[in-house]
């Protein structure tokens, strides 16, 4: 894993050594992405320079290296990630008489480039990727990110220059370009608790989209395209629906899973894994013990607060597959340590709190391993999030009442503290007792006031009108407001699977898991979110993943193949920190700083009133309001560090 930066500057020609040295400069600024080494390669000609940080993986010599160049000297590639199908590339490549000096996917990347040119190359990887390729034959600049979304890749162009970068810091380092804030992205991160692709938090600087390739000409035209698309994979996933038996589907399941594993457990330095004991990260733990000769060496951290401790779960697991297992649990005083690294680690603005959990869970793991395997993705292929389970049934039984009555119930749901809830379900015996219970209700109540073409928006949203919080700014309309989205995916359960794997998936699960893990020089890899996998999971009937009042539902019976029934089925447990009752207490000091309202108005950026509002409500108890002020918190402390 590693961290890329470069620009091209035709009016940096010719001086080579200025901009070799701005280049280091760049790529340094991400150093902790690859602490192993550092590159830099520049094409003075054209104004082209690369940086590059190394974390090594695979093939730990110099002839791993970056900036790498083709054998036949055409292609030279920056490239972040791992590409698992290389071994079986390289054979072709071979034999179409290319030489290799190494066994790095690096190299097979590029040689295949020269011999089969970008575009089909892309197209025949299986892993996760953000990579630049020059073209010194066309003089053209090619960007291009993985499917899924799961390496970051920012990108600007301002005139003549083009930029790009694992990280904005990289972007920061260019002189010639002056960072400005961009009010639409944050109304955006107000409402969702992170900046929506391909906006950013400045202007002119954009994500590029996952499955897409930009190739930048001579002249500095830009032109994006999709070579792989959700939508096509939806469409195609719904036409021919799997209809084979149970067991047939599930042994494929565990056969292409297994496949997916296995091709990420190889790797030249130690390698564990992230339990979490839930159905995703026990699934990818029992496969990977099977595929190992050697017990698996993996990682849980636990909370002495009640409703956040997973950890005797996953030692649970860990036990029964026969595991190296390692925890830890964290203090209070443990987990908020790290809040005021947070705007370090992620240079934009990003509220999802299960940032804290992950870097903690990260900082244990490298101590230990170099790579981890990691459960991610497989509550958005198989519908295991509560609102894919419930929202559907709720709505159809709630859209029967008259809408005053809807109102009138949402308003009863509100009027009591996420904590009274909580109080009133306590006296229940504990199968009718799910956690966060109070947090849910008013998540119903929402449900209560709205229609399908509403309620996946309203579910998502923290701050519902951030027009009205985030002064003089624009909300950016993205694809969750394109009602068009019906006509693609009908079913509601399968549509917001699709939406969250374009949206929620990329910008929040896997920009969290990333950041977290490069910070520590940690490599996250995703088994679950090999595109062969999700294209099967497209494939199956919504049976296949809720059934019985189960969700996940094939997942869960691979799954019992391996970890007995009892180690596994309890209520859903979000990877949490109680922020609420810090806010009130520990951590009261430094949000009221972060909120003065003299500062606020100073500012002109946020409207003060709403916030002071939720603030003071918060403080009473009376209402938990944790979400939307740990997304006002972020921003505050961003803008510290970088405005």
Partial sequence: ??????????????????????????????????????????????????????????????????????????????????????????????????????????????????????????????????????????????????????????????????????????????????????????????????????????????????????????GGNPGIEAYWSLEQVAREGQRARDSRGDVEVVDDLESLLGDAVRRRMVAD???????????????????????????????????????????RYASEVARHLGTEHTELYVSEDHAQRVIPQLPEIYDEPFSDSSQIPTYLIS?????????????????????????YFHAEAIHAKVGRLPRPVRRALAALMNSLSPQAWQGLFSMAPNRWRPPQVGDKMHKLAKIMSGDKHVLYRRLISHWEDPEQLVMASEEYRGIVWDDSVADVVPDFTERMQYLDTLTYLPDDILTKVDRSSMAVSLEARVPLLDHRVVEMAWRLPMRMKVRGGESKWALRQLLYRHVPRELIERPKMGFGVPLHAWLRGSLREWAEDLLDENE????????????????????????????????????????????
């Fill in 363 to 387: 900082a244990l793991t490298r101590e230990h391993v170099t790579v981890s395997l990691s459960g991610d993705g497989g509550d958005e292929l198989f519908a295991g999030y509560n609102r």
């Fill in 1 to 218: 894993m590693c961290g890329i930066a470069g620009f091209w500057d035709p009016k940096a020609r010719d001086n080579v050594p200025g901009m070799e040295k701005l280049a280091r400069q760049m790529a340094d600024s991400i150093d902790y992405r690859g602490p192993d080494a550092g590159g830099s390669w520049v094409d003075g000609g054209a104004g082209v320079a690369f940086g590059h940080r190394r974390l090594s993986i695979i093939d730990l010599s110099e002839a791993g290296a970056q900036p790498m160049s083709s054998s036949c000297g055409r292609f030279v590639i920056c490239y972040n990630g791992e590409i698992y199908n290389a071994p079986e590339l390289k054979k072709e490549l071979q034999a179409a008489g290319r030489s290799f000096i190494g066994h790095s996917d690096t190299e097979v990347i590029v040689e295949a480039c020269g011999e089969w040119g970008v575009e089909k190359t892309i197209t025949r990887l299986i892993g996760m990727f953000a990579m630049a390729v020059w073209d010194r034959t066309e003089r053209a600049l090619w960007l291009v990110r993985d499917r899924l979304g799961i390496k970051p890749l920012y990108w600007g162009q301002f005139g003549d220059l083009v930029l790009f970068g694992s990280e904005l810091k990289a972007l920061r380092e260019h002189p010639g370009w002056v960072p400005e804030l961009d009010r639409g992205a944050l109304a955006g991160l107000m409402r969702h608790n992170y900046i929506g692709c391909p906006q950013t938090i400045y202007k002119g600087v954009y994500k590029l989209p996952p499955g897409n390739l930009l190739r930048i000409d001579e």
């Fill in 269 to 311: 330095v130690p390698l564990g894994a992230f339990l979490s004991g839930g159905v995703d990260s026990s699934t990818v733990v029992a496969l990977m013990q099977q595929h190992s000769e050697r017990p698996v060496r993996t990682f849980s951290i636990g909370f002495h607060e009640e409703g956040f401790d997973e950890a």
């Fill in 600 to 643: 606020l108005r100073r500012d002109g950026i946020l409207n003060p009133a709403p916030i002071r509002e939720k603030w003071r409500e918060h403080l009473s108890g009376h209402r938990n309001w944790q979400y939307h002020l740990w997304d006002v918190l972020m921003f505050q402390a961003w803008k510290r560090r970088w405005l």
